[in-house]
């Protein structure tokens, strides 16, 4: 099994900026491509970012281009989502998920973290 925790949710005001860190433990070789999620309240979970194992392929949503930056230290376990400029359409719970080598699906989820944007 692999465990997410995420952390670094919180209250920022609009125009701010926000780190979300994903620790990871367990087989976590048995994971590749991690990812972040989000949900808004009323709203469907949707897609936000995703990074390769080797943190060298990227993938943002269109509605994040250049407002955020998904990266990755396997050394630590740990996977980042630095997030810039938020305005209140960011304002959704956070979670982040990992894909498993052998299905090729996000199968890995963590409880996720609050991010709350005033404006």
């Known amino acids: 099994q692999v465990q997410l925790v995420e952390s670094g949710g919180r209250l920022v005001q609009a125009g701010g900026s926000l780190r979300l860190s994903c620790a990871a433990s367990g087989r976590i070789l048995n994971t590749s491509v991690m990812g972040w999620f989000r949900q808004a309240p009323g709203k469907e979970r949707e897609f936000v970012a995703s990074i390769s194992w080797s943190g060298g392929n990227t993938d943002y949503a269109g509605s994040m281009k250049g407002r955020c930056t998904i990266s990755r230290d396997n050394a630590k376990n740990t996977m980042y989502l630095q997030m810039n400029s938020l305005n209140s359409e960011d304002t959704a719970v956070y979670f982040c998920?990992?894909?498993?080598?052998?299905?090729?699906?996000?199968?890995?989820w963590g409880q996720g973290t609050q991010v709350t944007v005033s404006s």
């Open positions: 998920a990992a894909k498993s080598v052998i299905w090729g699906r996000y199968d890995y």
